[in-house]
């Protein structure tokens, strides 16, 4: 039954108009794609406190014409595995962030990954504690694009953001300017 909710829904939004990217032109400097998988079990033990090393890999997750080419699962997005410097959780998200809003380097961008969010896209804050992840983007990121687009938008952040080390079964909250209910709306 889901999975016929999510073919129906696919189909909808591809006639809709699930076309066009909004790719950014900057480069960063990223390892080769690798398979990432999330652990959906939910726990209701208390996590012990996150150990950052100075440097740590995360996936950051981007859009891929490759991997849909006919973008029939706008929820979806790819991860690349890339290793970020920081002593904390805050300091490691600010900068995967900061790399999907800037996008893919140009050999990942030939592979066909993009971002979606808006390089005028600001963020303005992350709080992390031991229940949730809140991060706080400017309005930039409401910004141009359709519902397809916005679903992406929401899936890279989510995503990236689950692959921190501790994020674990972290609600993952997104907010422009202190309100999240408005946020990523077609």
Do not use: W
């Amino acid at each position: 039954m889901k999975n016929l909710f999510l073919c129906i829904l696919s189909s909808i939004l591809f006639i809709s108009g699930c076309t066009g990217y909004n790719v950014n032109k900057s480069q960063l400097q990223h390892s080769v794609p690798t398979e990432t998988k999330t652990d959906s079990r939910h726990s209701t033990q208390k996590q012990p406190p996150i150990s950052i090393s100075s440097q740590s890999s995360i996936a950051v997750f981007y859009a891929s014409n490759k991997e849909d080419p006919d973008l029939m699962s706008p929820e979806k997005t790819y991860p690349l595995e890339i290793k970020v410097e920081g002593n904390s959780e805050r300091e490691v998200a600010e900068k995967a962030i900061s790399m999907l809003i800037e996008g893919p380097n140009e050999k990942e961008k030939k592979s066909g990954y993009y971002t979606t969010l808006p390089s005028e896209t600001k963020l303005q804050s992350i709080t992390i504690d031991e229940k949730k992840i809140v991060v706080d983007f400017n309005k930039a990121i409401n910004d141009g694009g359709g519902s397809c687009e916005m679903m992406q938008r929401r899936s890279q952040i989510e995503n990236t953001l689950k692959s921190l080390p501790g994020a674990g079964n972290k609600k993952i909250i997104i907010s422009v300017d202190g309100d999240n209910e408005k946020v990523l709306q077609p």
